[in-house]
């Protein structure tokens, strides 16, 4: 037996327990990993709540966990992989647990730490699904809402490297932060939309919404076409007109490789903010909805 944290019913962060399991058995394109740290998304706080039953209806109990990194322990068939490797990636049924199941690890380089492994999965990945989708080249301006965030800071550094103009809205406290990244930062909050016309005078040509901040009406003014607003945030974007991008896409897959690559080099930022034991996966879920974060929340079993 093995130790995960598990909920059997959706509520607040208490009812997340830290239980006992049975470790899982590797498929055909899957490894099994002694999981060294697994990365906290807002995805996994809406399917604990129960705002995603519909979409995404819950077999309790639930390990929660999209991202994981970890040593290899067992290995399923048609995998690249050997037993003591150290890898991270997507994983199928949870990584809040001790072992966890991963597809299409990607190997970790030792200049990576465990964390930072971690929490470059679905992060990176929906960065650069959403630059692919939205279709933004270099030498336009890309307006990123939500620019602290731990999607929004790897997206604001991928536009930069591309020579794409980027103006990130954030919180007060983080602008400094986001400047850092290479964008041009602007206070999110009424008038935000003035502030940032003040700051591209020239116009902006697409917005990525990260932020869900009810941002869309006044950025599909500001580009004149929904078609170059998208989001991945905001569920009333069909009012609007906007796409709202979720899932995978080859665009997103094939990324990762890279943004390792990238992220171990120092290329990539991916900032680390605070890592909790195993156990206390509960008062990590209540820190982020709080919004006490500037950066990823990482779990350590």
Do not use: C
Not at 93 to 113: M, N, Q, T
Not at 272 to 301: C, F, I, M, S
């Amino acid at each position: 037996m093995s130790t995960a944290i598990t909920f059997s019913e959706y509520g607040a962060p208490e009812v997340l327990h830290l239980t006992e399991v049975t470790p899982p058995e590797p498929g055909p394109g899957q490894v099994r990993i002694k999981v060294r740290a697994a990365s906290v998304n807002p995805l996994d706080m809406k399917i604990r709540s129960g705002l995603m039953a519909k979409l995404v209806p819950a077999r309790f109990p639930v390990i929660l966990g999209l991202d994981a990194a970890g040593v290899v322990d067992a290995v399923g068939e048609g995998v690249e992989a050997s037993v003591g490797d150290e890898v991270l990636g997507a994983t199928v049924g949870g990584g809040y647990a001790e072992y966890a199941l991963i597809e299409r690890p990607v190997a970790k380089p030792d200049a990576l730490s465990w964390e930072v492994a971690a929490s470059l999965v679905t992060v990176g990945r929906t960065a650069s699904r959403v630059l692919g989708q939205l279709g933004v080249r270099t030498g336009q301006t890309l307006l990123v809402h939500g620019a602290a965030g731990s999607v929004g800071v790897i997206t604001v550094q991928l536009a930069a490297a591309r020579g794409i103009t980027v103006i990130g809205t954030a919180a007060e406290r983080d602008l400094d932060r986001v400047t850092a990244l290479g964008a041009t930062a602007v206070r999110y909050g009424d008038g935000w939309a003035e502030r940032v016309r003040a700051d591209a005078p020239g116009g902006v040509d697409y917005v990525f919404d990260a932020s869900g901040a009810g941002v869309l009406a006044d950025s599909v003014t500001l580009t004149g076409d929904a078609g170059k607003v998208l989001t991945i945030a905001d569920m009333s974007a069909q009012q609007h007109g906007v796409r709202f991008s979720a899932g995978t896409t080859e665009q997103g897959e094939d990324a990762l490789p890279q943004l390792v690559e990238l992220a171990s080099a120092g290329k990539l930022t991916v900032p680390v903010w605070r890592t909790y034991p195993l156990a206390e996966a509960a008062q990590a879920h209540a820190d982020l909805e709080a919004r006490r974060n500037q950066g990823k929340a990482v779990l350590l079993p």
